[in-house]
């Protein structure tokens, strides 16, 4: 196995990158992990095809056959949304899979580095990962934060996932240099909530101005990613106050079962869609093809 030639940049997303037309990035641990099946294959689909809407390139990255692959085709992403056991990679694990030939999903931390790499500026996501709660204990802060600081690439998102340590991830973000712009907001979103109660100093309200600002940010900052933040659609969002009590409940639940680690996530996306009877996941497949279309347009605005 060559693993010297550890990334694959698939033929239509080279052709892109080379002349210089719209790419974005998506992750792969929404459709091995984060979604139930036959749900996580169809939100992928729908996410590529409004990247394409937008006349740019979708670059879904994972890790098959010794290669972290930019741009994995169809069923390469089925293989991701219907094989069990497929790891779960963060950056540090990008490595250790190539050379085993692991079937891994890409996180928002290996995700952007694989993006940078591969000299992608735009990615979109769901929600980052960032401080967990209890941190005081647990030492729990994601991976995402750090790689967010030396990436220069643009993260849509729609915040930080709403389970973790909201106030606590926004310094860890700015202690770090990592700037937030808010799309049409002044306040930073809360994943399945649109307000989290945090305000932002940045705002821009066009895909244009993003990517003026993006530009200028690149411009004296060549070597830091910037955060993205775009609620979630109004339609299925939810209120902050019942959000925080099923997420409360949730935590209880997590704590009651011993779930610790890369389980933590998972397990509290699925309880609090059994919670909500539904709305959440709902609430997160809307947002993740809302991002998805954020990201094309700034980064159509950003090649031209």
Same mark, same amino acid.
């Given at each position: 196995m060559n693993w010297r030639n550890w990334l694959d940049i698939r033929p239509d997303v080279a052709a892109a990158l080379t002349e210089n037309r719209p790419v974005v990035a998506l992750e792969s641990t929404v459709i091995a992990h984060?979604?139930?099946?036959?749900?996580?294959?169809?939100?992928?689909?729908? #996410?590529?095809?409004?990247?394409?809407a937008q006349d740019a390139v979708p670059a879904t990255i994972g890790v098959l056959g010794g290669k972290v692959v930019v741009g994995l085709t169809g069923a390469e992403i089925e293989?991701?949304?219907?094989?069990?056991?497929?790891?779960?990679?963060?950056?540090?694990?990008?490595?250790?899979?190539?050379?085993?030939?692991?079937?891994?999903?890409?996180t928002v931390a290996a995700t952007a580095f694989a993006a940078a790499a591969a000299g992608i500026r735009v990615f979109?996501?769901?929600?980052?990962?960032?401080?967990?709660?209890?941190?005081?204990?647990?030492?729990?802060?994601?991976?995402?934060?750090?790689?967010?600081?030396?990436?220069?690439?643009?993260?849509?998102?729609?915040?930080a996932k709403a389970i973790l340590d909201l106030p606590r991830t926004l310094e860890y973000l700015e202690t770090t240099g990592v700037p937030?712009?808010?799309?049409?907001?002044?306040?930073?979103?809360?994943?399945?909530?649109?307000?989290?109660?945090?305000?932002?100093?940045?705002?821009?309200?066009?895909?244009?101005d993003i990517a003026a600002?993006?530009?200028?940010?690149?411009?004296?900052?060549?070597?830091?990613?910037?955060?993205?933040?775009?609620?979630?659609?109004?339609?299925?969002?939810?209120?902050?106050?019942?959000?925080?009590? #099923?997420?409360?409940?949730?935590?209880?639940?997590?704590?009651?079962?011993?779930?610790?680690?890369?389980?933590?996530?998972?397990?509290?996306?699925?309880r609090l869609s059994e919670l909500s009877q539904g709305r959440t996941l709902q609430a997160n497949i809307d947002l993740l093809e809302n991002n998805a279309a954020l990201a094309a347009q700034v980064a159509v605005a950003l090649a031209s």
């Open positions: 984060g979604l139930p099946h036959p749900r996580n294959l169809h939100t992928a689909a729908a #996410m590529e095809a409004a990247i394409r293989q991701l949304g219907t094989t069990a056991d497929v790891l779960k990679a963060s950056r540090r694990d990008l490595g250790l899979a190539v050379t085993s030939g692991q079937l891994a999903a890409t979109a996501t769901g929600g980052i990962g960032g401080v967990h709660r209890g941190v005081e204990e647990t030492l729990d802060i994601s991976a995402d934060l750090g790689e967010l600081a030396c990436a220069p690439v643009a993260v849509v998102c729609a915040g937030i712009l808010g799309y049409r907001t002044d306040s930073f979103p809360a994943f399945y909530a649109a307000d989290s109660g945090l305000a932002l100093e940045h705002r821009a309200d066009t895909p244009a600002r993006l530009a200028g940010h690149w411009h004296v900052n060549p070597s830091t990613g910037i955060l993205i933040a775009n609620p979630p659609p109004a339609a299925t969002a939810l209120a902050r106050a019942e959000l925080e009590g #099923m997420i409360e409940q949730a935590l209880r639940d997590a704590a009651a079962q011993s779930i610790g680690g890369k389980e933590v996530t998972p397990f509290l996306l699925s």
